[in-house]
């Protein structure tokens, strides 16, 4: 048995170092949690530090829209926590064995750890290429044995789960958590005890999978070690489980209890607690791991003797003409397939276009709104960046608190981040810049005008990057994923290319215009057209962007 291993903290929050305290921000912000149904205000557990566990991927297969809505979501969570000054240790675990990948990896002719590190990385890539943060840690289950083991063995010490045994007294690697020994058991989503506290949680309440919605659940099937006849009740639920006859020999560990693999549930109990210690501040993951997967993890993290999370909290889902996008159902979207058709950018803002909590519905008009959000944001930032003589620095635009931005953008995120208002707050100060810009050639204080017009530049690139799109920060700038961005950061060799055959027909539209030949001016501005680039002229002199 591998002796567990602490992985190294991958990620530096560079907006949580940038800012010295927490902001004044903070004490306005609201949360839903889902195990009271209510938003209520948030009180970090340790002052100025905020501890998340988020459910990651069981790596199967390729990652779909639907998987990475949850993860953008909750990477908006985490960086408006680091706007306002908080450091966040943010854990994202790899499900790395399950039945789906033993049986899957069998009929492709693979060995099942072999599929899971192909899948792992494709994940990764995503996640990346959307510009999600990398986490703070990012373990995987079967560098945990230890840890699961551990803490059954106190489960069952404290008698709250039972080992199957065979008619010789001899444990056959089925262990089962006694729910009858557990009175709480239900609290997180018994429905019917819970008052509903608005729209967005009775969809996901009506939609989501609880103790008193549990019926034919096509998105979370059975485990099979759960129908078993072996349990004391029929919501009783696998701790560890016995292998099958098909699982290959090498994904089955030794434990006292037999051999066998460990219950879906169970690895993230314990690598939240490896990794948070007890009680932490927020567990995320998608409204589809409500129940069974979250219910049982509370209780068993619980009756193990640890405080569970503080405050649940679940993203809902990606809907395809109103039905759940997933791949069980035929309806998944790759991430691949989307990202050839769009950019990575309107991607990641068609995504993160609502609210957490509410269904986003997929469809092309999501993406064109898309598209036509990413024109206006990057024609703002190059036309105001061209006007005050350059771009502010990444390391100015990440050092801007909460309590610098505009207010309409705080309330909105500040209210269980709600990005569809802060999303409003944006273009407001687009059109407040635009309406600057437009007068900037007539103001005599034109130092004056330049300052206001870089100020609101500053606070649009910052609002942008606290929802991971400032379209001059990484990975935007380096992959030319958001289809080259404005000003300074734009340095692609396909966008320095165009700019320098732009700027050429331009130089050549404005002799045509100075020698009063409007015909040839025209001219040469309807085939920049025709090509897909829009021509605006501007007191500054003429900028261009593509349509």
Not at 13 to 19: D, R, Y
Not at 58 to 75: E, K, L, M, Y
Not at 97 to 113: E, M, N, P, V, Y
Request: with cysteine; hydrophobic share 40%.
């Amino acid at each position: 048995m591998t002796n567990t291993q602490e992985p190294q903290n991958i990620n530096i929050s560079s907006a949580a170092t940038a800012v010295d305290a927490v902001a004044s921000a903070a004490a306005d912000l609201k949360l839903y949690d889902t195990a009271s149904h209510a938003v209520s205000n948030f009180t970090p557990i340790k002052p100025g530090q905020v501890g998340m566990y988020v459910c990651g991927a069981t790596v199967q297969s390729s990652p779909h829209i639907g998987h990475i809505r949850a993860a953008v979501a909750f990477d908006v969570v985490r960086r408006w926590f680091e706007r306002l000054g908080y450091k966040v240790t943010f854990v994202r675990n790899v499900t790395d064995i399950d039945d789906k990948i033993l049986d899957k990896a069998a009929a492709a002719g693979q060995q099942w750890w072999e599929r899971a590190y192909i899948y792992e990385r494709e994940f990764t890539e995503a996640y990346n290429t959307l510009g999600v943060e990398p986490p703070t840690y990012e373990p995987r289950a079967t560098g945990h044995m230890i840890d699961m083991i551990d803490l059954i063995k106190q489960i069952i010490d404290n008698g709250h789960g039972y080992v199957v045994t065979d008619e010789n007294g001899n444990p056959t690697g089925n262990v089962y958590f006694d729910v009858a020994s557990w009175p709480h058991y239900g609290e997180l989503t018994h429905q019917k005890q819970t008052a509903v506290a608005d729209a967005a949680s009775e969809v996901a309440d009506a939609m989501g999978p609880s103790v008193d919605n549990t019926g034919n659940d096509k998105y979370n099937p059975v485990d099979p070690a759960d129908m078993s006849e072996d349990k004391h009740d029929p919501r009783d639920f696998a701790l560890w489980k016995a292998p099958k006859d098909s699982d290959p020999l090498d994904a089955r560990w030794n434990t006292p209890f037999g051999t066998g693999r460990p219950g879906w549930h169970i690895e993230c109990s314990a690598m939240s607690h490896r990794y948070l210690k007890d009680m932490f501040d927020i567990h995320g993951g998608g409204l589809d791991l409500r129940f069974p997967h979250h219910e049982n993890e509370m209780a068993q993290t619980r009756a193990a003797g640890y405080d569970s999370a503080a405050r649940w909290m679940h993203s809902a889902w990606v809907t395809a003409k109103g039905e759940k996008m997933s791949k069980s159902l035929g309806n998944g979207l790759s991430v691949p397939a989307v990202l050839a058709e769009n950019s990575a950018w309107v991607v990641r803002y068609a995504l993160g276009s609502v609210q957490y909590r509410s269904m986003l519905e997929w469809s092309d008009q999501t993406l064109t709104e898309a598209q036509s959000a990413y024109d206006r944001v990057s024609n703002f930032i190059e036309r105001a960046g061209a006007a005050v003589g350059g771009q502010p620095s990444r390391e100015e635009i990440v050092s801007v608190s909460a309590d610098d931005l505009p207010a309409d953008f705080v309330a909105a995120m500040n209210d269980d981040i709600n990005v569809s208002g802060a999303s409003a707050a944006i273009f407001t100060a687009i059109r407040s810049g635009n309406t600057l810009l437009s007068k900037l050639a007539d103001r005599v204080d034109s130092d004056v005008a330049k300052d206001e017009v870089r100020a609101v530049l500053v606070n649009v690139r910052a609002m942008l990057d606290t929802l991971g799109l400032d379209p001059l920060a990484e990975p935007w700038v380096s992959e030319g994923a958001a289809g080259g961005a404005a000003g300074a950061g734009a340095d692609s060799a396909e966008h320095t290319a165009l700019d320098r055959l732009v700027s050429e027909q331009l130089e050549e539209r404005a002799e045509a215009r100075k020698a009063k030949d409007f015909a040839r001016a025209d001219a040469i501005r309807d085939a920049l057209g025709a090509a897909g680039i829009v021509i605006e002229d501007t007191p500054q002199g003429p900028t261009w962007t593509l349509k």
